[in-house]
C-alpha cells in the first residue's frame, strides 16, 4: 500500500507541475548556472566544467548514464555510477552493486521519469536535503521504503560529479549470488521468449507493458464513464449547459490521467523492468502535457461556444466575432506552449527558441500595429457598447444607421444610401452621438417678430404660445416656456423650449409641424407677423400692422390686467392644470382623427 500511494502521489504531482508550471522555479534554477552573470557580486561564480565522459555533471545525466549502461549489461561501467564510502560495502565489487542496484530497482523501486530530475550541476536546491544531495526516487526492501539519493563529489579535476550516495548503496541487499524472487511478468511469460532481449530489455517485459497500456486504459475509460453516469444523479444542472460541456471536458483528459496512473503501478507491480520504466516516464510526462492542454483546449471550446451561441442570440455580431477571434488566438497559444513543453521534455533547449519567439512577438507586434489598435478598437466597442447594431447615431461627420461591428471596422449606412467604413481603432476614438437611446425629443423654434411689434403682442403672444405648449397632449409640461429673449436691430425674438414626448422621429415630425401651425395661427392672430430678412429689398403694398387686431389683442392684455389673471411671468399652476390636453390631437378634420 505505501508503494502504490507513493506512485500515485508521484503522478499526481507530475500532473500538477505542468498544470501551474511556475516560472519563478526555472529562474531560480536559471540563475545557479555556472556562466550566469547575474549574481550577486558577492557570489563567486562557478566554472564551467568540461563535459564529464559519463554524462554525470548533472542528477539526470547520472540517472540517463546508469540506465544505459544496464542496459546494455555493462555493468563495470554501471559501477562508474556509484559511491562506496561505507566499510560494509567496500569489499564489494562495483559490477556487482550495480546489478544488485538494478534487481531492486526491478523489484521494489521507482525512480522519477527524467523531466522531473534535475539537469543542473548544483540540483534542485529547495528540496531540503541540502546543496550536495537529491532524491531521484525510492525502493522499498522487506516493506520498509527509503529514498534513493544521489551525491553530488569533486572528481579528479575538480568538476562536480553526481554518484548514487553511499547510504543508498549501503542499503542495497546483495541478490547476485543467489536468484531472486522472479516477478510476475517473468511468471507469466512463454519460455521460448526467455534470455531474448531488445535493447536491454526481456522481450516479454515489452509485450507486458504494452498490454498492461491497453488493459489501464479500458480500465480508466470504465472508471471516467461510471463518473459521467452518476454525476447528474448528485447534480441535476450537470445535464443542461454550459455544466454539461464542462463536466464531458474533464472526461478524456481525466481518463488518459488515470491511464497513466494505472499504467504506472501496474507496471511498477509486474516487475517490468527498470529500463523499460525510464524509457516510458517521458512518454508518461508527454501523456500528462497533452492531457492537460486537452483540458484547457475543450474547457475553451465549450466556454467561447456557449457565449457565442448567447451573442447569436441577442443579436450582437461583433460580440461573436470577438469570441471567434479569441478562440483562435488561444487554441494557437496552447498548440505553441504545448510544443514547447514537449520539446523541453525530450531534452532540447528551447531557451534560444523562446528568445527569437519573444523578439520575432515584438516584431509582429510592432508590424501590426494598427491591427492591433483596431482590434483593442473593437474590444472597447462590444465591452463599452456605445452603438449597437441598428442604432442610428453620428460618428465625426457620419451620420448614418450601424450595419455592422467587425473586428477590424464597423459599417455605417448613411442617409444618402451608401456605405461607410470607419476602423474601429478610429471609430473609439471619436465623438459618438448616438440617437437610438433618446428618450424624447427638443423642440426649440426661434421666432423672429416684426421690430414693429408691441410690447402687448409680445405678451398676447407670451401667453398664447406657452398656452399651446400647456395644453398639447404630446408635449412635456415640464419644462416648457416661451420667452422674449431678444430685441435686435431687424427684429425682436421669441424662444420656444419644451419637450416632445415621442420615441418615433416621423411621429416628431408630426407633431411638430401641428405645433408650427398652430404657433403661426397665433401670431397672425396677434396682428403681427414674422420678420422679413433685412437683405432682401422688395415693393409691394404693405398692410402694415392691423390696428383692428392690434387693439383686440391690447384690450385682450388689459383685460387680463384688470382681472389679475395676467400669466406672466410665469403660469399659475391651476392654469397650467385646466389647459393641459384640452388641444384636440390629432387636430380636427384630420383622417386620424376618427381613428384615435
Same mark, same amino acid.
Given at each position: 500500500?505505501?508503494r ?6 508521484y ?12 516560472p ?9 548556472l ?5 549574481q550577486n557580486a558577492?557570489q563567486a ?24 549502461a ?7 561501467k554501471?559501477?562508474m555510477y ?5 566499510a560494509?560495502?567496500?569489499n564489494?565489487k562495483?559490477?556487482n552493486?550495480?546489478?544488485s542496484l538494478?534487481q531492486?530497482l ?10 522531473m530530475?534535475?539537469d ?9 536535503l541540502?546543496?550536495n544531495l537529491?532524491?531521484?526516487g525510492?525502493a522499498s ?5 527509503f ?10 579535476d575538480g568538476?562536480?560529479?553526481w ?24 511468471k507469466?511469460s512463454p519460455?521460448s521468449?526467455?534470455g ?7 522481450v516479454?517485459?515489452w ?7 491497453i488493459?489501464?486504459?479500458?480500465i ?6 461510471f463518473?459521467?453516469l ?7 444542472k450537470?445535464?443542461?449547459e454550459?455544466t454539461?460541456?464542462?463536466v ?7 481518463r488518459?490521467y ?11 507491480e509486474a516487475?517490468i523492468?527498470?529500463?523499460l520504466r525510464?524509457r516510458?516516464?517521458?512518454l ?7 492531457a ?9 471550446e465549450?466556454s467561447t461556444?456557449?457565449?457565442e451561441r ?5 443579436g450582437?455580431?461583433?460580440?461573436v466575432?470577438?469570441?471567434?477571434f ?10 505553441i506552449?504545448g510544443i514547447?513543453?514537449i ?27 494598427k491591427?492591433?489598435?483596431?482590434? @483593442? ?7 463599452d ?9 453620428? @460618428?465625426?461627420d457620419?451620420m448614418g444607421?450601424v450595419?455592422q ?23 473609439s ?12 425629443f ?6 423672429n ?13 407670451? @401667453? ?17 416656456r416661451?420667452?422674449f429673449?431678444e ?8 424662444e420656444v423650449?419644451a419637450y ?17 401651425l398652430?404657433?403661426l395661427?397665433?401670431i ?5 407677423g414674422?420678420?422679413?430678412p433685412s ?6 403694398r404693405?398692410p ?15 383685460r387680463?390686467?384688470e382681472a ?16 393641459r ?9 384630420s ?6
Amino acid at each position: 500500500m505505501k508503494r502504490i500511494s507513493h506512485t500515485a502521489l508521484y503522478v499526481f504531482i507530475l500532473l500538477a507541475s505542468f498544470l501551474i508550471l511556475s516560472p519563478e522555479k526555472t529562474i531560480a534554477q536559471t540563475e545557479l548556472l555556472p556562466n550566469d552573470t547575474s549574481q550577486n557580486a558577492g557570489q563567486a561564480q562557478e566554472p564551467v566544467w568540461a563535459p564529464d565522459s559519463l554524462g554525470r555533471r548533472n542528477p539526470r545525466g547520472t540517472i540517463e548514464g546508469f540506465i544505459a549502461a544496464v542496459a546494455d549489461e555493462n555493468y563495470v561501467k554501471a559501477g562508474m555510477y556509484l559511491r562506496l564510502d561505507s566499510a560494509l560495502k567496500k569489499n564489494q565489487k562495483k559490477e556487482n552493486l550495480a546489478r544488485s542496484l538494478q534487481q531492486l530497482l526491478d523489484k521494489d523501486g521507482n525512480i522519477l521519469p527524467y523531466p522531473m530530475i534535475s539537469d543542473d550541476a548544483s540540483g534542485i536546491l529547495d528540496d531540503n536535503l541540502g546543496p550536495n544531495l537529491e532524491k531521484i526516487g525510492t525502493a522499498s526492501i522487506n516493506s520498509e521504503e527509503f529514498d534513493l539519493i544521489l551525491e553530488r563529489t569533486e572528481g579528479p579535476d575538480g568538476g562536480p560529479l553526481w554518484l548514487f550516495s553511499s547510504e543508498t548503496i549501503q542499503r542495497v541487499p546483495i541478490l547476485v549470488e543467489k536468484a531472486p524472487i522472479a516477478p510476475l511478468i517473468d511468471k507469466l511469460s512463454p519460455k521460448s521468449l526467455e534470455g531474448k532481449k531488445w535493447g536491454g530489455v526481456p522481450v516479454p517485459h515489452w509485450f507486458g507493458a504494452i498490454c498492461l497500456l491497453i488493459i489501464t486504459y479500458f480500465i480508466a475509460w470504465g472508471i471516467t464513464n461510471f463518473i459521467l453516469l452518476l454525476i447528474p444523479f448528485g447534480y441535476r444542472k450537470a445535464k443542461t449547459e454550459p455544466t454539461l460541456g464542462i463536466v464531458k471536458a474533464f472526461a478524456l483528459p481525466i481518463r488518459l490521467y488515470i491511464t497513466i496512473w494505472l499504467f504506472t503501478i501496474a507496471m511498477q507491480e509486474a516487475g517490468i523492468s527498470i529500463i523499460l520504466r525510464q524509457r516510458f516516464s517521458s512518454l508518461t510526462v508527454m501523456v500528462a502535457i497533452v492531457a492537460v492542454m486537452l483540458l484547457f483546449w475543450q474547457l475553451l471550446e465549450v466556454s467561447t461556444r456557449f457565449f457565442e451561441r448567447r451573442l447569436v442570440h441577442h443579436g450582437n455580431q461583433a460580440g461573436v466575432s470577438a469570441i471567434l477571434f479569441l478562440r483562435r488566438s488561444a487554441k494557437v497559444a496552447l498548440i505553441i506552449l504545448g510544443i514547447i513543453l514537449i520539446l523541453d521534455n525530450f531534452g532540447f533547449d528551447v531557451t534560444t527558441g523562446l528568445a527569437a519567439l519573444g523578439i520575432g512577438g515584438i516584431a509582429l507586434a510592432l508590424g501590426a500595429q494598427k491591427t492591433m489598435e483596431n482590434f @483593442v478598437g473593437s474590444v472597447t466597442l462590444i465591452a463599452d457598447q456605445p452603438v449597437r447594431v441598428g442604432d442610428f447615431c453620428k @460618428v465625426g461627420d457620419v451620420m448614418g444607421t450601424v450595419e455592422q461591428i467587425g473586428m477590424r471596422s464597423t459599417r455605417i449606412r448613411t442617409l444618402d444610401r451608401t456605405i461607410v467604413t470607419i476602423p474601429n481603432g478610429e471609430f473609439s476614438s471619436q465623438k459618438i452621438e448616438n440617437f437610438a437611446h433618446r428618450d424624447r425629443f427638443w423642440f426649440h423654434p426661434i421666432f423672429n417678430l416684426r421690430i414693429e411689434t408691441t410690447t402687448d403682442q409680445i405678451r398676447y403672444l407670451l @401667453v398664447e404660445l406657452r398656452s399651446i405648449l400647456y395644453a398639447h397632449p404630446k408635449v412635456d409640461p415640464s419644462p416648457a416656456r416661451v420667452r422674449f429673449i431678444e430685441v435686435g436691430t431687424e427684429a425682436l425674438k421669441l424662444e420656444v423650449f419644451a419637450y416632445i414626448n415621442t420615441l418615433n422621429n416621423d411621429e416628431y415630425l408630426e407633431i411638430q409641424e401641428d405645433l408650427y401651425l398652430r404657433m403661426l395661427d397665433v401670431i397672425t392672430a396677434s396682428g403681427t407677423g414674422l420678420a422679413m430678412p433685412s437683405q432682401r429689398l422688395y415693393i409691394t403694398r404693405d398692410p402694415g400692422v392691423s390696428p383692428e387686431r392690434t387693439a383686440e389683442a391690447g384690450e385682450q392684455v388689459k383685460r387680463w390686467r384688470e382681472a389679475g389673471d395676467m400669466q406672466l411671468p410665469n403660469f399659475s399652476s391651476e392654469r397650467i392644470d385646466s389647459l393641459r390636453n384640452t388641444i384636440p390631437y390629432p387636430p380636427e378634420g384630420s383622417v386620424f382623427k376618427n381613428n384615435s
